[in-house]
């Protein structure tokens, strides 16, 4: 009799949490301003309480919906006790949920709670990259993803390599004028020789990322205006969309490749956040018989 009851409470125990009410907009639970008179005195006990049913909501989620409501009971923990660092960071990095194809939702949530998390911890470095990493890698923005770096970048002990993504963001958003200005802050700055080379390179690179970015523009133009896809940067020189052949920064020479976006021979891959499906399609290009360059050779 001790043994089925005990495999009996081991069961019952292995069960996943039942579901609470819920309506369409998320969970029900208390109005936050009823918890703060019946629970004043015990405000911190019932963060703990909702912070136990974010973790069972965790359990039992299965869906985008489900996944979502783990940042009701978080919120609601966090306003009972603003203090409660990991219900943020557990909470932003649980809520976004993939629906395939790398088609995040509840992003916009995550990114609330790492934000109200600054709020009460205005120098924590872990919510700052979680928050650039939502809006770099989910939301795209990736200006307001250097910004963010930029301000860890004010830590002591910061690692160099955020500064150098924080350029490389600056450039894929368009800012290029701010982030030639801070990549050359930073080589002025280096104090080694190798750091200095790195960031006179990457000037270089935002240099020419901005007149990749006018041949795209003027691709573009072209394609609307005349139905089709212009073969060589020539072409766009002789039909007045450039005003002259431009030159680049780092000595390359421009071409077009066969999904009509500007590159250069100095660096095949763009100065942007890694993406393998590009990376490969332009490996698809070269192995389908080369890119035409201007010169009449072909780029393998």
Same mark, same amino acid.
């Given at each position: 009799?001790?043994?089925?009851?005990?495999?009996?409470?081991?069961?019952?125990?292995?069960?996943?949490?039942?579901?609470?009410?819920?309506?369409?907009?998320?969970?029900?639970?208390?109005?936050?301003?009823?918890?703060?008179?019946?629970?004043?005195?015990?405000?911190?006990?019932?963060?703990?309480?909702?912070?136990?049913?974010?973790?069972?909501?965790?359990?039992?989620?299965?869906?985008?919906?489900?996944?979502?409501?783990?940042?009701?009971?978080?919120?609601?923990?966090?306003?009972?006790?603003?203090?409660?660092?990991?219900? %943020?960071?557990?909470?932003?990095?649980?809520?976004?949920?993939?629906?395939?194809?790398?088609?995040?939702?509840?992003?916009?949530?995550?990114?609330?709670?790492?934000?109200?998390?600054?709020?009460?911890?205005?120098?924590?470095?872990?919510?700052?990259?979680?928050?650039?990493?939502?809006?770099?890698?989910?939301?795209?923005?990736?200006?307001?993803?250097?910004?963010?770096?930029?301000?860890?970048?004010?830590?002591?002990?910061?690692?160099?390599?955020?500064?150098?993504?924080?350029?490389?963001?600056?450039?894929?958003?368009?800012?290029?004028?701010?982030?030639?200005?801070?990549?050359?802050?930073?080589?002025?700055?280096?104090?080694?020789?190798?750091?200095?080379?790195?960031?006179?390179?990457?000037?270089?690179?935002?240099?020419?990322?901005?007149?990749?970015?006018?041949?795209?523009?003027?691709?573009?133009?072209?394609?609307?205006?005349?139905?089709?896809?212009?073969?060589?940067?020539?072409?766009?020189?002789?039909?007045?969309?450039?005003?002259?052949?431009?030159?680049?920064?780092?000595?390359?020479?421009?071409?077009?490749?066969?999904?009509?976006?500007?590159?250069?021979?100095?660096?095949?891959?763009?100065?942007?956040? %890694?993406?393998?499906?590009?990376?490969?399609?332009?490996?698809?290009?070269?192995?389908?018989?080369?890119?035409?360059?201007?010169?009449?050779?072909?780029?393998?």
């Amino acid at each position: 009799m001790v043994l089925v009851l005990a495999v009996c409470s081991i069961a019952l125990m292995a069960e996943k949490p039942a579901k609470p009410l819920r309506t369409q907009d998320g969970p029900i639970l208390p109005r936050r301003e009823l918890l703060e008179i019946v629970g004043a005195a015990q405000k911190t006990l019932l963060a703990d309480f909702y912070w136990l049913q974010a973790i069972q909501q965790v359990g039992r989620a299965n869906t985008a919906t489900e996944y979502r409501d783990v940042y009701f009971y978080a919120d609601l923990a966090t306003d009972l006790d603003a203090k409660f660092r990991y219900v %943020y960071e557990w909470g932003a990095i649980t809520t976004p949920f993939n629906l395939g194809r790398e088609q995040w939702v509840n992003v916009d949530l995550s990114s609330q709670l790492l934000t109200k998390g600054l709020t009460a911890f205005p120098d924590d470095r872990r919510f700052l990259f979680q928050l650039a990493y939502n809006k770099m890698t989910y939301d795209g923005d990736h200006a307001a993803a250097a910004d963010l770096l930029m301000r860890m970048s004010t830590f002591p002990d910061t690692p160099p390599y955020l500064l150098q993504l924080a350029t490389r963001l600056y450039a894929q958003a368009g800012n290029f004028d701010t982030g030639l200005q801070m990549a050359e802050m930073l080589r002025d700055g280096a104090e080694d020789e190798e750091s200095r080379a790195f960031y006179e390179h990457r000037i270089k690179e935002i240099l020419r990322e901005r007149v990749l970015t006018q041949i795209d523009g003027a691709i573009d133009a072209y394609e609307k205006e005349r139905g089709e896809r212009p073969k060589k940067v020539s072409m766009l020189v002789s039909a007045g969309y450039l005003k002259q052949m431009p030159v680049d920064p780092l000595e390359g020479q421009f071409f077009i490749d066969r999904k009509g976006r500007a590159r250069s021979t100095s660096g095949l891959y763009r100065l942007e956040m %890694y993406d393998q499906a590009k990376k490969d399609e332009l490996k698809e290009d070269l192995a389908a018989g080369g890119i035409q360059l201007e010169d009449g050779e072909e780029l393998r």
